[in-house]
């Protein structure tokens, strides 16, 4: 998908099979089509990006696999907030991926984001090297080396984890640029030792308690019937509105918020 020196060198990493590209989605709902920028993602193309803006990074979940644009989470939040919305996400990506992207643009001589909102992909996918190219390693597409780390020990996908939280918000606590990171998970697997962990590093984490107020919506009501629905999508973007009022009303440094 990109190449070592795309990962530590480019300002944004590139990816090459989606650049300048389109395609048409169809489904038994219906269809839509997406457009990718000239470094392959669904967003503005970084050359127009304004002075003030939000930066944004996550898995499928946060690209808006399955749906129109204007039906993402990314697109709902933009209006609610009137901002422009700079969106990394890509589907099937990891917290390495994610951490290292944002990284690679905010040491760029671009301007920084008013705000960041990352959406943590699941602790159990990695990065690995296939050759000179990097590949996304999932649970539902298991390759030999994701099924090694498997039998190893959970660690190997833990410490990728929370080494991608950690440096990244370590960067924007020095360099003072806000940042709410959200993940989807419930305690069921950010478990109380891995949030003590982030705790130390004065990390919070929102987890998806399953009560209102506190938790993601799931429907898997996309237009794909796997991904959520324009209503799920909407609901996050009202919840992480919420979010960010609260923190800006008691001035409090925002830290990761995985939910």
């Given at each position: 998908?990109?190449?070592?020196?795309?990962?530590?060198?480019?300002?944004?990493?590139?990816?090459?099979?989606?650049?300048?590209?389109?395609?048409?989605?169809?489904?038994?709902?219906?269809?839509?089509?997406?457009?990718?920028?000239?470094?392959?993602?669904?967003?503005?193309?970084?050359?127009?990006?304004?002075?003030?803006?939000?930066?944004?990074?996550?898995?499928?979940?946060?690209?808006?696999?399955g749906l129109p644009l204007e039906q993402t989470w990314v697109s709902h939040y933009e209006k609610m907030a009137n901002t422009t919305v700079v969106n990394l996400a890509k589907g099937g990506s990891n917290a390495q991926f994610c951490s290292k992207n944002i990284l690679n643009w905010l040491i760029s001589d671009r301007n920084n984001p008013s705000q960041i909102i990352v959406q943590w992909p699941s602790p159990y996918r990695c990065l690995t090297w296939d050759n000179l190219n990097a590949k996304f390693n999932l649970n539902?597409?298991?390759?030999?080396?994701?099924?090694?780390?498997?039998?190893?020990?959970?660690?190997?996908?833990?410490?990728?984890?929370?080494?991608?939280?950690?440096?990244?918000?370590?960067?924007?606590?020095?360099?003072?640029?806000?940042?709410?990171?959200?993940?989807?998970?419930?305690?069921?697997?950010?478990?109380?030792?891995?949030?003590?962990?982030?705790?130390?590093?004065?990390?919070?984490?929102?987890?998806?308690?399953?009560?209102?107020?506190?938790?993601?919506?799931?429907?898997?009501?996309?237009?794909?019937?796997?991904?959520?629905?324009?209503?799920?999508?909407?609901?996050?973007?009202?919840?992480?509105?919420?979010?960010?009022?609260?923190?800006?009303?008691?001035?409090?440094?925002?830290?990761?918020?995985?939910?």
């Amino acid at each position: 998908m990109f190449l070592l020196e795309d990962f530590h060198n480019i300002d944004v990493i590139p990816l090459e099979q989606f650049k300048s590209s389109e395609e048409i989605c169809n489904f038994s709902k219906g269809y839509f089509k997406i457009h990718y920028n000239s470094y392959g993602y669904r967003t503005i193309d970084f050359s127009t990006v304004p002075k003030e803006y939000t930066l944004v990074s996550g898995c499928s979940l946060t690209e808006g696999i399955g749906l129109p644009l204007e039906q993402t989470w990314v697109s709902h939040y933009e209006k609610m907030a009137n901002t422009t919305v700079v969106n990394l996400a890509k589907g099937g990506s990891n917290a390495q991926f994610c951490s290292k992207n944002i990284l690679n643009w905010l040491i760029s001589d671009r301007n920084n984001p008013s705000q960041i909102i990352v959406q943590w992909p699941s602790p159990y996918r990695c990065l690995t090297w296939d050759n000179l190219n990097a590949k996304f390693n999932l649970n539902l597409d298991r390759s030999s080396i994701y099924n090694l780390y498997i039998k190893s020990s959970d660690n190997n996908f833990w410490d990728q984890w929370l080494t991608s939280i950690i440096n990244l918000n370590l960067y924007c606590s020095i360099k003072d640029i806000k940042i709410l990171n959200i993940c989807l998970e419930g305690p069921d697997v950010i478990t109380d030792y891995i949030t003590s962990i982030l705790s130390k590093h004065n990390i919070e984490l929102h987890l998806d308690l399953k009560k209102e107020g506190a938790t993601w919506n799931f429907d898997s009501a996309a237009y794909d019937n796997i991904h959520h629905s324009n209503w799920c999508n909407q609901k996050w973007a009202e919840r992480i509105t919420s979010l960010l009022r609260s923190r800006h009303q008691t001035n409090h440094q925002p830290t990761v918020v995985c939910s």
